[in-house]
């Protein structure tokens, strides 16, 4: 399977959809495209410059949460080969399909259409820059190394480690927005669910990226030496992060 573009998708429960958007279009300096599907329940976000690497979807049941979307030539054949490297097939909608990996998290394989511009970062009043661009698989400890092993395999890509052992990052393809960070669970109490995922935001100025979400609603949970964790309006955690945005690293 080649990887031709990833999509972080946003699962928002219809009572806070709308708020969800707006806050999430806001700091992203995102437009919103119009409402598509069969019941208008999909979006993208739509950067000033390149394709869409964020997209929205309203969800009638649960807490929502965060998919990836993997845009492929052949996601049937892709689909084969990620049941072969141990994931399951949880829906197969004929022009996408909906599978778990193996520590549970969900993505879908999708069609290819193109996308092929890399989105750019933006520069905020006060010279601090920005760009949503990591989708991060939070994975309990038990099955860390097989998940690992999992996306290497399937994607092709091989690993970076980071700075903390619990970090492991999927090497970045320059030409897709999108990067993928593995980070294995730190909270045992935590590890008999599936893998969850969260989004991480490149900035160079971490403290006035804070700032700037907390005037759209959003509050700093957690501080560390390299990164601040945010709960939107809503609750949903995201990571607004010390890398550089043009690169990701």
Known sequence: MQVRWLSAFLDFPADVFGSEVTFWRAISGST????????????????FYGDPHLRVQRIDDGPGGVHLDIHTDDPHTATAEALALGATLVHDAGTHLTL???????????????????????????????????????IPADGFDAEVGFWTRFTGWPTTPRSRPELIALRRDPAVTLGILLQRKQDVSHDDGPATAHLDIATNSVEDEVARHEDWGARAVEQFPHWTTMADPVGRLYCITSRNPRTGD
């Open 32 to 47: 919103v495209s119009p409402p598509r599907g069969d019941h208008r329940e999909f979006a993208s976000l739509e950067p």
């Open 100 to 138: 778990r990996s193996p520590a549970g998290f969900v993505f879908c394989l999708v069609p290819w259409e193109g996308e092929s511009k890399r989105s750019r970062p933006i520069r905020w009043p006060g010279d601090a820059i920005s760009i949503i661009d990591q989708l991060c698989i939070d």
